[in-house]
Every structure is written in C-alpha cells, then in structure tokens.
C-alpha cells in the first residue's frame, strides 16, 4: 500500500491543522497506522497510530489532549487533527503503516512501520 501525506502548512500558534494520509495499491483497511514527525536535527519522532479497525489508538505524551487520530477506511484514508499547535510541533510529518496486517499491538517505534509516503511539512509560527 502506498501512503501520501497532505494538509500541512504554516499556523500561528494556538492554530489547528488537519493531516491526511490517503492510501492506494493495497489494503488500507487490513493495517494499522501511524504518524510521526522529524523536525530539522532530530529524530523521527512517533506522534499517534491507531488500530487496523480504528477501535485502539496510542498517542506520544507531548500531544494528547491537542491531537486526534483517526481512519476512514471506506475512503482509505487516515487522519491527525492538531489542536492547540505550538512551536515544538514544526516538523516533516509523515504517515506509515505497520509491516504486519491485522496486529493486535499497535507499534509506537518506526521499525514497526513500512510504506512510508513523503511528508508534509508544518510549520507553526510563535
């Protein structure tokens, strides 16, 4: 399956955004997946995932309670709403889903994830 990401841009902060991933060539619906983020000299960082069926979700400590996860997987489609954007949340954002389908442990570390689309870049200015 591959994935696109889209919906980045520049906010102010305090702003929202929303991302989408949409998914083509495979079975969307069969995989759980993620979002994760890379800011300029740093890491990839894990942001959120959610299960194959959109019943489980995991998010990292630093947006819960600001970002929401979500799938569609009718329209093969995953989406992040950000909420309460700062700057600590610029960077590439990029989606992926698991390299196993139908997993019951939704993943947190990269490793786990393949298919990864090019990102999105969002910037949120202070």
């Known amino acids: 399956v591959q994935l696109q990401a889209s919906g980045g841009g520049l906010v102010q902060a305090g702003g929202s955004l929303r991302l989408s991933c949409a998914a083509s060539?495979?079975?969307?619906?069969?995989?759980?997946v993620g979002w994760f983020r890379q800011a300029p000299g740093k890491e990839r960082e894990f942001v959120a995932a959610?299960?194959?069926?959109?019943?489980?979700?995991v998010y990292v400590d630093s947006v819960k309670g600001r970002f929401t996860i979500s799938r569609d997987n009718a329209k093969n489609t995953m989406y992040l709403q950000m909420n309460s954007l700062n700057a600590e949340d610029t960077a590439v954002y990029y989606c992926?889903?698991?390299?196993?389908?139908?997993?019951?442990?939704?993943?947190?570390?990269?490793?786990?994830?393949?298919?990864w689309g090019p990102g999105t870049l969002v910037t949120v200015s202070s």
């Open positions: 992926a889903a698991d390299k196993v389908p139908w997993t019951g442990e939704v993943h947190r570390d990269p490793f786990s994830y393949t298919n």
């Open positions: 060539g495979g079975t969307f619906s069969f995989y759980n």
């Open positions: 959610i299960s194959w069926r959109g019943s489980a979700t």
